[in-house]
Protein backbone atom coordinates (compact mmCIF):
# COMPACT_ATOMS: atom_id res chain seq x y z
CA UNK A 1 0.00 0.00 0.00
CA UNK A 2 2.89 2.43 0.72
CA UNK A 3 4.46 1.33 -2.55
CA UNK A 4 1.36 2.82 -4.14
CA UNK A 5 1.49 5.53 -2.09
CA UNK A 6 4.75 6.49 -3.24
CA UNK A 7 4.03 6.11 -6.92
CA UNK A 8 0.82 8.10 -6.40
CA UNK A 9 3.12 10.68 -5.11
CA UNK A 10 6.02 10.52 -7.70
CA UNK A 11 3.48 10.86 -10.32
CA UNK A 12 1.51 14.42 -8.37
CA UNK A 13 5.17 15.80 -7.63
CA UNK A 14 6.00 14.98 -11.90
CA UNK A 15 2.77 16.45 -12.94
CA UNK A 16 3.57 19.58 -10.63
CA UNK A 17 6.85 19.69 -12.33
CA UNK A 18 5.83 19.63 -15.53
CA UNK A 19 3.83 22.21 -15.11
CA UNK A 20 5.09 24.73 -13.03
CA UNK A 21 6.39 27.11 -14.90
CA UNK A 22 4.55 27.63 -18.72
CA UNK A 23 8.25 29.60 -19.92
CA UNK A 24 9.71 26.10 -19.66
CA UNK A 25 6.59 24.41 -20.61
CA UNK A 26 8.15 23.47 -23.80
CA UNK A 27 10.99 21.64 -22.21
CA UNK A 28 9.00 20.03 -19.61
CA UNK A 29 6.66 18.33 -23.05
CA UNK A 30 10.40 17.38 -24.43
CA UNK A 31 11.27 15.56 -21.00
CA UNK A 32 7.86 14.03 -20.98
CA UNK A 33 7.92 12.74 -24.79
CA UNK A 34 12.14 11.85 -24.06
CA UNK A 35 10.00 9.42 -21.14
CA UNK A 36 7.06 8.40 -22.78
CA UNK A 37 8.91 7.32 -25.67
CA UNK A 38 11.11 4.72 -24.21
CA UNK A 39 8.93 3.60 -21.62
CA UNK A 40 5.20 3.17 -23.18
CA UNK A 41 6.28 3.69 -26.69
CA UNK A 42 2.95 1.79 -28.09
CA UNK A 43 1.45 4.48 -26.56
CA UNK A 44 3.28 7.66 -28.16
CA UNK A 45 3.29 9.25 -31.95
CA UNK A 46 5.57 12.01 -32.13
CA UNK A 47 6.10 14.12 -34.85
CA UNK A 48 9.93 16.46 -34.95
CA UNK A 49 10.32 19.25 -37.11
CA UNK A 50 13.53 20.69 -38.74
CA UNK A 51 15.53 18.75 -41.21
CA UNK A 52 15.90 14.86 -41.57
CA UNK A 53 19.60 14.25 -40.82
CA UNK A 54 19.69 17.62 -38.81
CA UNK A 55 20.87 17.35 -35.39
CA UNK A 56 18.46 19.77 -33.81
CA UNK A 57 14.72 18.12 -34.56
CA UNK A 58 12.68 20.00 -32.28
CA UNK A 59 9.61 18.57 -31.11
CA UNK A 60 6.52 19.31 -33.00
CA UNK A 61 3.58 17.85 -31.75
CA UNK A 62 2.91 14.40 -29.05
CA UNK A 63 0.45 12.35 -29.01
CA UNK A 64 -0.07 10.13 -26.29
CA UNK A 65 -2.90 7.38 -27.55
CA UNK A 66 -5.06 5.55 -24.91
CA UNK A 67 -8.25 2.92 -26.19
CA UNK A 68 -11.07 5.62 -26.05
CA UNK A 69 -8.87 8.91 -26.47
CA UNK A 70 -5.91 10.58 -27.59
CA UNK A 71 -4.33 13.49 -26.11
CA UNK A 72 -2.50 15.96 -27.80
CA UNK A 73 0.23 18.47 -27.23
CA UNK A 74 1.38 20.76 -29.71
CA UNK A 75 4.67 23.14 -29.63
CA UNK A 76 4.81 25.80 -31.87
CA UNK A 77 7.67 27.25 -32.90
CA UNK A 78 7.54 30.00 -30.55
CA UNK A 79 8.12 27.77 -27.62
CA UNK A 80 4.09 28.14 -26.36
CA UNK A 81 2.29 24.47 -25.59
CA UNK A 82 -1.21 24.17 -26.64
CA UNK A 83 -3.33 20.71 -25.59
CA UNK A 84 -6.21 19.19 -26.47
CA UNK A 85 -8.28 16.19 -26.21
CA UNK A 86 -9.50 13.55 -28.33
CA UNK A 87 -12.36 11.02 -27.90
CA UNK A 88 -12.03 7.95 -30.15
CA UNK A 89 -14.19 5.04 -31.09
CA UNK A 90 -12.02 2.20 -32.52
CA UNK A 91 -8.81 4.23 -33.65
CA UNK A 92 -10.81 7.13 -35.30
CA UNK A 93 -11.42 10.73 -33.41
CA UNK A 94 -15.24 11.59 -33.11
CA UNK A 95 -14.64 14.71 -31.72
CA UNK A 96 -11.34 17.19 -30.30
CA UNK A 97 -12.07 19.45 -27.41
CA UNK A 98 -8.82 22.50 -26.41
CA UNK A 99 -7.87 21.78 -22.69
CA UNK A 100 -4.92 23.58 -20.48
CA UNK A 101 -1.79 21.87 -20.57
CA UNK A 102 -2.13 21.11 -16.82
CA UNK A 103 -5.02 19.42 -17.21
CA UNK A 104 -3.78 17.75 -20.11
CA UNK A 105 -0.52 16.28 -18.21
CA UNK A 106 -3.05 15.35 -15.40
CA UNK A 107 -5.13 13.41 -17.86
CA UNK A 108 -2.01 11.50 -19.06
CA UNK A 109 -0.85 10.78 -16.04
CA UNK A 110 -4.37 9.37 -14.41
CA UNK A 111 -4.35 7.20 -18.04
CA UNK A 112 -0.66 5.90 -17.47
CA UNK A 113 -1.83 4.81 -13.61
CA UNK A 114 -5.24 3.23 -15.24
CA UNK A 115 -3.34 1.67 -17.71
CA UNK A 116 -0.36 0.08 -14.98
CA UNK A 117 -3.37 -1.04 -13.06
CA UNK A 118 -4.44 -3.43 -15.67
CA UNK A 119 -1.38 -4.64 -17.17
CA UNK A 120 1.92 -6.19 -15.78
CA UNK A 121 3.83 -4.26 -18.71
CA UNK A 122 2.72 -1.63 -18.52
CA UNK A 123 2.99 -1.47 -14.70
CA UNK A 124 6.60 -2.56 -15.05
CA UNK A 125 6.76 0.61 -17.87
CA UNK A 126 5.46 3.33 -15.62
CA UNK A 127 7.17 2.19 -12.41
CA UNK A 128 10.25 2.90 -14.81
CA UNK A 129 8.93 5.87 -16.06
CA UNK A 130 8.68 7.10 -12.49
CA UNK A 131 11.81 6.34 -11.11
CA UNK A 132 13.27 7.73 -14.33
CA UNK A 133 15.03 4.97 -15.50
CA UNK A 134 14.88 4.43 -19.28
CA UNK A 135 15.68 1.19 -19.88
Known amino acids: MDDELDKALQLDILASMLSSDKKQAKDHVETLCAILETTLPEHVKIKRGGMFFSKDRPLEELTVQFEESA ?60 SGNKF
Not at 77 to 83: I, L, T
Not at 89 to 116: F, K, N, P, W, Y
Open 71 to 130: YILVVSKKGSVSAKKQKLVRGISLSSVDMQVQECIDAIVQHLSETAAKSSAAREALARFI
